[in-house]
């Protein structure tokens, strides 16, 4: 595996203590833009509040790592929380998704899936004194018929309540479907938006430095060219950074190189 060459080669080369740019990074070290930070604000808005949150983003951008670090920052005693990483489905199996996902049940009429994602909810709430947080991912996906379940599976005691926090994750063009008059209805149930940007090149040096930090670099590997050159190829989205910031080193490394120059990244844009 390339992941396992690189690793051979870019941790003893740089005596790192192990390889940067990975997306299992422990939530405590990961870098807040002030998109990140905004996002963050939002989310702790709809923990308090409760109800419909719109997450949305370019692929790439941080999305699912902002909701990753929400989720584990979650009082367990307080909350309890579900990723339901959706795909193109019916309603029907929409429901029986996100059945499953809150109690475990496989049933196939959609009166009784109906009745039983309420009532997982309402259990949760009384009997666990437990929010029940759902996370959605790739919602842009979702068909518009879906969005109108949505809609009426959450609608509590005549729409007068939130018993639960639902989040809405997905691509930008999420923002324009939504906006379509068909969704007006759901569009007015949700309470949060934000939508997550690429760093700046600002952001982006200082996010390259802190990963390489975080397993131990102290000196500065990644020249200004290098820099530079990165944020030409990548404008600032965070997963084609790690990328590219990967190769460049594995590139270096292999050549015994102390230091990271536009060379390597052009070299590196060849092969990610």
């Given at each position: 595996?390339?992941?396992?060459?690189?690793?051979?080669?870019?941790?003893?080369?740089?005596?790192?203590?192990?390889?940067?740019?990975?997306?299992?990074?422990?939530?405590?070290?990961?870098?807040?833009?002030?998109?990140?930070?905004?996002?963050?604000?939002?989310?702790?808005?709809?923990?308090?509040?409760?109800?419909?949150?719109?997450?949305?983003?370019?692929?790439?951008?941080?999305?699912?790592?902002?909701?990753?670090?929400?989720?584990?920052?979650?009082?367990?005693?307080?909350?309890?929380?579900f990723?339901?990483?959706?795909?193109?489905?019916?309603?029907?199996?929409?429901?029986?998704?996100?059945?499953?996902?809150?109690?475990?049940?496989?049933?196939?009429?959609?009166?009784q899936?109906?009745?039983?994602?309420?009532?997982?909810?309402?259990?949760?709430?009384?009997?666990?004194?437990?929010?029940?947080?759902?996370?959605?991912?790739?919602?842009?996906?979702?068909?518009?018929?879906?969005?109108?379940?949505?809609?009426?599976?959450?609608?509590?005691?005549f729409?007068?309540?939130?018993?639960?926090?639902?989040?809405?994750?997905?691509?930008?063009?999420?923002?324009?479907?939504?906006?379509?008059?068909?969704?007006?209805?759901?569009?007015?149930?949700?309470?949060?938006?934000?939508?997550?940007?690429?760093?700046?090149?600002?952001?982006?040096?200082?996010?390259?430095?802190?990963?390489?930090?975080?397993?131990?670099?102290?000196?500065?590997?990644?020249?200004?060219?290098?820099?530079?050159a990165?944020?030409?190829?990548?404008?600032?989205?965070?997963?084609?950074?790690?990328?590219?910031?990967?190769k460049?080193?594995?590139?270096?490394?292999k050549n015994?190189?102390?230091?990271?120059?536009?060379?390597?990244?052009?070299?590196a844009?060849?092969?990610?």
């Amino acid at each position: 595996m390339i992941i396992k060459k690189e690793r051979i080669v870019i941790r003893p080369f740089y005596n790192l203590k192990t390889l940067p740019f990975q997306k299992d990074i422990n939530v405590s070290e990961l870098y807040k833009s002030s998109s990140f930070k905004e996002c963050s604000s939002r989310l702790e808005y709809v923990k308090e509040n409760r109800g419909f949150m719109m997450l949305t983003g370019a692929p790439g951008t941080g999305k699912t790592t902002a909701l990753r670090r929400f989720a584990y920052s979650l009082n367990t005693n307080a909350y309890e929380c579900f990723y339901i990483p959706l795909a193109t489905v019916s309603i029907l199996d929409f429901y029986r998704q996100l059945c499953y996902y809150l109690t475990g049940e496989k049933l196939s009429k959609k009166a009784q899936l109906f009745s039983c994602i309420q009532d997982g909810i309402k259990h949760r709430i009384k009997n666990n004194k437990k929010v029940p947080v759902i996370i959605f991912d790739e919602v842009h996906l979702l068909k518009n018929e879906n969005f109108n379940e949505l809609q009426i599976i959450f609608n509590f005691n005549f729409d007068s309540t939130n018993p639960a926090i639902v989040i809405l994750s997905g691509q930008s063009h999420l923002r324009d479907r939504i906006s379509r008059e068909i969704l007006t209805s759901f569009r007015q149930r949700i309470s949060v938006r934000h939508h997550i940007i690429t760093l700046t090149k600002e952001e982006l040096i200082i996010f390259i430095n802190h990963s390489m930090e975080n397993v131990n670099c102290i000196d500065s590997i990644f020249n200004n060219s290098a820099m530079e050159a990165i944020y030409n190829v990548t404008r600032g989205n965070i997963r084609e950074t790690c990328n590219l910031a990967l190769k460049s080193l594995y590139i270096a490394a292999k050549n015994k190189l102390l230091q990271v120059t536009e060379e390597e990244i052009f070299q590196a844009t060849k092969e990610v």
